[in-house]
Each structure stands twice: as structure tokens, then as C-alpha cells.
């Protein structure tokens, strides 16, 4: 998305009247954007409708209208028949459910292609935010901003029935297997920071290229977040299994909206997903279209 940030104007030599000058501060504090903090937080101290967030009238790339990303294929069970326009699925719910938030209604909703990779490179972007499983981290935050997390997540490893790795009770018992994650992703950091396997990692482009590895036996595990792990095994690739979970950073590994650099909205998006956590939107969502990924061994 473009960034639309206010640049600081130059300064007049000529002096306005003061009754002048607090109408314009007044006329401004009304419609300027929510500021948000560069490591892509909310700014403290704002209410959901203040500082600029206004209902369906805030600076998106095309006026009274919320441009939303995520990538293609849209996997279940964050999308549904990878239709992201549809509703369906837990993230595509919750972009609705922050859209509305906002003011924006289904219908003055749309939606793009934003590559993984591309969505949380530099640059601008085509979108207003995107949806699409990224963790919230202090290395990506040096190049997009992100909302408040929405979801709390664990990375899980699931392997081919018949092979060695199907019967790991530790993260030792990973460190020999031929293990595969998609690029840039944190279930790639979870091998190679957490497993610390013998054996070089595969890493894919995609999680479908990863899933065609993992039939094809060229890899005997992947790890991927633990409810992407259940729905592969059980609709995907049933000749592999959920091994187990890993414990969770002492922080927690969030999923975050992710928006352009500095943009006027990150507040605002942030404001809207605190709201549905606090009123239970976002625990009763999960519960709908998450509630097969309950839980799985622990691996320590």
C-alpha cells in the first residue's frame, strides 16, 4: 500500500490569527489518521472511533472502500474452496469481522492476491492489510507494520505413518529426520532454531510443493502451524499424522494483519482486533472453523 502518511508541512513566516489557528488544529484533530507506533502497534491512549477512525471513512487506497490481501491458494481452514471473498474459514472471518469493525461492510470489501513473500518484503503494497498466517516478529516489523496479534499459535510437526519421525517423542528424536518447511516462514525458524536437524532442511516455495514432498517421500516430516497440520493430515495427506506441538515462545507466536510501513491505518486495524478479542469475536471464530486443532502432544 502507498504510503499515505502526513508529511510535515513547511512553516509560514506569515502569522495567522489565533482564533484561525484553533479552528484549523480543531478541524484537524477531527480528521487525522490514527499515528501507530513504528514497531507497527497501536498508539497508546486512543479509543476504537477516535483519532481518525472513523467508520468506513479512513485512508485506504480507494476511498470508502478496505483492500484486503492474502495469498493464492487461500488454504483451509484459514479460507474455504480458496474463496477468501466468501467468508468462510477463520481468517477470512475475522478480515470480515475487523472490515466491519471499521465500517466496512461485506460489500465494500475487496480482495487481492498478496504472495507471502511479497506481502512482508519492503515496499509498498496493493493492499490495505493482509490476512494470511504471518507471525508478528521483531525482524519482520523492520520492513511492514502489523495489527495486534489475533490469533495464538503453535508450530507442530506431521510425518509420513510409516516413516521414523512418525514416532518422535522429542525434539531429538527430529534431529535425524529429512525435514521440509516454505520458505520465510517461522515454521522454517522452528527447524532450524528449535529441531536443529543433521540433515539439511527442504525448503519449498509453497505448502503445496511442501505437501507434494511429503507424499512423494522426498521429505519424511514437515512443520507447519498445528491447525494447517491437522487439516493436512485429516483431508490432505492421510498417509501422515500429527506427531506433536511445540511449546510456545515465552511471549507467544501471534498472528498479526500485516500493512504497509508506517501506515495511518495500523492503529486503527490494531483498535478494531483488540475490540473482537475483547468481546469474545475472536475466541468464538476460532472456535467455529479451528476447533479440530485442540490439541497434540508436546514436544520438548
Known sequence: MTDLRLRPGRRK????PVAALLAAAAALTACAPQ???TDGTAASGTSGTSGGCAPGALATRTAGTL???????AYDPWFSEDKPENGKGFESAVAYAVADRLGYPKEKVTWVVAPFNKATSPGPKDFDFD???????AERKQAVDFSSGYYDVRQAVIALKNSKAANAKSIADLKGAKL???VG????????????PSIQPAVFDSNDLAKAALKNGQVEALVVDLPTAFYITGAEVPEAQVVGQFESASQGE???????KGSRLTGCVSQAVDALRADG???????????????????K
Open 13 to 16: 513566516s506569515a502569522a495567522l
Open 35 to 37: 499515528d501507530a507506533k
Open 67 to 73: 483492500t484486503i490481501g492474502t495469498d493464492k491458494p
Open 131 to 137: 490476512v494470511n498466517q504471518v507471525s508478528v516478529s
Open 180 to 182: 521440509g518447511a516454505q
Open 185 to 196: 516462514t517461522t515454521s522454517l525458524d522452528t527447524i532450524t532454531s528449535t529441531i536443529k
Open 254 to 260: 501471534q498472528f498479526g494483519l500485516v500493512l504497509d
Open 281 to 299: 469475536t475472536l475466541a468464538k471464530l476460532e472456535k467455529q472453523w479451528l476447533s479440530d486443532a485442540v490439541s497434540a502432544p508436546v514436544l
